[in-house]
């Protein structure tokens, strides 16, 4: 049995539609990721020009031998500069937690409080599956409404779009990487995410858990310093 090779179209007219179809795929793919690019643009600061905050959420971003990857810790560093500076009083560190042998959250508050951040000021979300899942949390189960957001410039503009959507109000810090095979990446993953996460403002779902409020952020805010 012959498979038969789709052909290519052999007039002009032809070919020329098939080159606008296939731009107009083109189009309709990064339509979502430019969007996001466009409605963000003033809320991207840096640690040195953020507004202040209560409260900065960290987003989990993978971990190697049981510590916070390269990326994560990065993203860990600018949260305790924050802190010690005085721009922000809380910490609320959110990853996967869904299995036993994988705990970001409180992997991320112990790298946290080696370096400077107190035990005290960091609240854990152990079911940031996924960026909409810590966005949704942080305000209906943490309550906050507005917060500073850290992670990689690749990814910032899609959690302060999402962020926004549930309800806080957010500036997004991208911090600076290396780009490197990780970094092209996550560039490139971000422009299937944003489809997604267009979906989500429009839908908004609930979380794949959500449970019942937590007064961890409230308390970690009432604590003195």
Avoid at 51 to 80: C, D, I, K
Wanted: aromatic share 8%.
């Amino acid at each position: 049995m012959r498979i038969r090779r789709p052909r290519l179209p052999r007039t002009r007219t032809g070919q020329r539609r098939l080159v606008q179809a296939a731009m107009a795929v083109c189009v309709l793919a990064l339509s979502p990721v430019t969007w996001l690019y466009v409605s963000t643009a003033d809320r991207l600061r840096t640690v040195a020009d953020v507004p202040q905050a209560q409260v900065a959420v960290v987003f989990g971003a993978g971990l190697t031998n049981g510590r916070p990857s390269p990326y994560l810790a990065h993203r860990l560093n600018a949260a305790a500069t924050l802190y010690r500076q005085g721009r922000i009083k809380a910490v609320l560190v959110t990853g996967d937690n869904s299995r036993t042998t994988y705990d970001e959250p409180d992997t991320m508050r112990a790298y946290l409080t080696q370096h400077g951040v107190p035990g005290r000021r960091i609240v854990s979300d152990y079911a940031g599956f996924d960026t909409w899942d810590s966005c949704v949390r942080a305000r209906k189960i943490f309550g906050v409404d507005r917060a500073v957001l850290i992670s990689q410039g690749f990814h910032i503009r899609r959690a302060v779009a999402l962020c926004e959507a549930a309800g806080v109000d957010s500036y997004g810090i991208g911090v600076d990487e290396t780009h490197d095979v990780t970094w092209y990446y996550g560039g490139t993953r971000e422009v299937f995410a944003a489809g997604k996460a267009v979906l989500d403002m429009a839908l908004r779902p609930n979380p794949h858990f959500l449970g019942p409020r937590e007064p961890g952020v409230a308390r970690a805010l009432a604590t003195g310093r």
